[in-house]
């Protein structure tokens, strides 16, 4: 089978090529094509790839190229992971959205709302050409914000596109620990959004077990949501957040936090990764080894402010857990490949899932994945603070579709005004002629 990954110069993929390196199934990934419009990148990558394969016998063959047409031509996966902008665009998300004293995270409130302005049309004009150059493939998007992405990609490709984010499973893996209980023998009832999300119920046999976590201060201060939110938070939810909900819940604290940082987050990664690609560039270079290096700078560091604004030290996040965003692609992959059904949390239309939502809305849910895709299962409804923070979320990200298909500036500013983490429309329509002004991608905004 082949594989093609869109935005093959990434600095994530060689984690895709590792999962895929571990497969041994009989329908495993044998071929990989890398596709990127940057080639240094992908060469760079590309050593890093041909070290990471050798002396593993069966090693997928990797070829590279610029050209999107030939890349996802009788693709039998695509993977979507792209960064509209580059790195470069997240700094200028991440400081004019500072300067004007919001969060300018690449995911969450402005700086995800500029991102998926640029996004969304590079994103469905991808969507099209797959849709055309390989009907029967099935996509998998990374890119960020992924539900928004997801959901702008199902128009063209209905249910052959998922969307994956690795925090859920994350999640979840860090509970079951806490708890003590076998993860085989465990049922999650999670939903929400991409990065806005829920651990609802820890089901082991017909018994509800999250309660006891709850009730449990020593099991709560174990693994790293529960430090990031705290015990008393988290009993007053009667749930478990997604890590990503502390910008919400703790909004004030983690903009001071950013604030003074020494740089952003954007910041960091975008030096990080130029001093990366120059060392990759040299043909002398261990590629594996300064890859694999960065790699665990990065890892280190991730959310650092959320750390910073809970109090917490800046090693606690729990990292090297295995489980990330390239095995639950390999899994939905493998699932789909040898139709041996597994439940997994991903980002499809929601299907009466979450009924506060019409059917094509793109939720983040446990789904039942076979040869068939993904369907949506059924999960317990959303608290009502959870749903209406839900509902708010969802409204800018259906602004931001309307603004991407038909260039309408007042859609862009309703999107931005309307989402919870923007408290102003004044700030709004400043941020948002602020960013059309960095970014040319914005220019189709009238």
Known sequence: MRLTILGGGGFRVPLIHRALLADVAEDRITEVTLHDTDATRLAAIGRVLTAQARGVPG????TATTDLAAAVTGADFVFVAIRVGGLE????????????????????????????????PVATAIAERIAVAAPDAWVIN???????????????LGDRVVGICDTPAGLGRRVVTALGADPHQVRLDYAGLNHLGWLLAVHVGARDVLPDLLADEVALHSFEEGRLFGADWLRALGAVPNEYLHYYYSNRETRAAARDAAQTRGAFLLDQQRRCYASLADPAADALSTWDGVRTERDATY?????????LAAAAHDAGTGGGYEDVALAVMRAIASDEPATLILNVRN??????LDDDAVVEVPCTVDARGARPAPVGQLPAHAAGLVCSVKASERAVLDAAA?????????????????????????????????????????
Do not use: K
């Open 59 to 62: 090693a997928p063959r990797a």
């Open 406 to 446: 038909g260039g309408s500036w007042t859609s862009a500013l309703r999107a931005m005004a309307i989402h919870p983490l923007v408290d102003s429309v004044a700030v709004a329509r400043r941020l948002l002629e602020t960013y059309r002004s960095h970014f040319p991608e914005l220019a189709y905004l009238r």
């Open 303 to 311: 959310m650092a402010e959320n750390r910073a604004a809970a109090g």
């Open 142 to 156: 990374f890119t960020n914000p992924a539900g928004l992405v997801t959901e702008a990609m199902t128009r063209y």
């Open 89 to 120: 665009g997240r700094v200028i998300d991440e400081r004019v959205a500072l300067a004007a004293d919001v969060l300018g995270q690449e995911t969450v409130g402005a700086g995800g709302i500029s991102y998926g302005l640029r996004t969304v």
């Open 351 to 356: 299907r009466g899932a979450l009924r506060m």
